[in-house]
């Protein structure tokens, strides 16, 4: 993080703590106009703008600075070739054609030269383009983050106006947790007092109900085992 | 995601524990949606939507409600127990503290509901740790 970026942090919680002590309302009127309308937003509606007319000019210059650059490759590639050319006509001593060829050369390399200044001249207005159109990308994330920490501030105030104002009119114990912990306690001890009670009686019906139980399983069985008997006999 | 979608989304919910959910919309400057889980004894739950979050808050106490002599200690053991408190972080507005976890605007509901569960969670063990600095 730069040094700038922490100083803009502080800077902005500053603000916000200072609001809060001083006039919580001064936070809405912070980020809206009287009309209700946010001051920021427009602000940040127009900087956007902006940036996508800077965009638009970055794709400018970035078209122009491929066609210089294959402008430079084309001649740099006729040089080369002007070169070979006399290197030819001096093998075959022919001096007036190799002289002839470097006259044309001389000019072949100073349109090279001129077009290389030009491509150089568009590459750094290319560069000098997309820092700042980085800077401004920056910025303006910069200022929705702080627009969004104060928006943000603002509407937890409002939204606990809105709720205390709701449960003054209803049961204001209702936010109050010290209050809300202590009726899940008694709720909590009560359930346990019931659970205790329930096992208790569970237990004390405990033998009646085994030997009761018993009874009726070995009742159960003999009355299925003579039905087992009489379907067999049926059978044969 | 707005107050309303949550409202009837939350509404219809049960989670796999069984929980299901009470809504209630507040209305005024700024929409609230009043959440209450059934089958567990908390605390209810505020939420609010702003432009990038949706806060979830359990309001706690207020100023009024702290001992004046047990001040100092209790905001020293705020600071030092709020990053071990999952999901949810200490806060105050105005002269009320509370407990709230702050979620993307985009999250999906399943995220919401584990907000409100564990935020409630968390401040029956807050209030239970800190009812000693309270009048």
Redesign the interface.
Known sequence: MSGDKKRAGMNILDKIIQVIRDDSRALSEAVMDSTGNKIYEKQIEVAKVNLSSAKHAISDALAKESQCSRKVKLMKSQVDEHEQRIIKALSQNDEILAFDLATEMVELEQDLAAEAGILKSHELHLGHLTRQMENAERSLKELERQVAMVQTTADIQKATEVITKNFNQADSKMLSAKRSLERIRRKQQSLDEQYEVDDAMVNERKPVLTEKHQNEVSEQVTEDAADVLKRIIDKE | MNTEDFAIKLSQHRTTEGFTFDCQR?????E?L?VEINGF????V?I?Q????I?C??????ED?IRADRRTEMLEMMLDTSISIPLSSYAR??D?YVLFGALSVSSELDKVVEEVVMLNEN??D???AM?DF?K
Do not use: C, K, N
């Not at chain 2, 004894?41 to 209810?44: I, K, L, V």
């Open positions: 507040i209305t005024g400057e700024v609230v009043q004894d908390g605390f209810p505020f609010t702003t432009q990038f979050q806060i808050i359990i309001y706690l106490w207020t409600e507005v105005g009320r401040a029956v807050v209030v239970s009812e309270l």
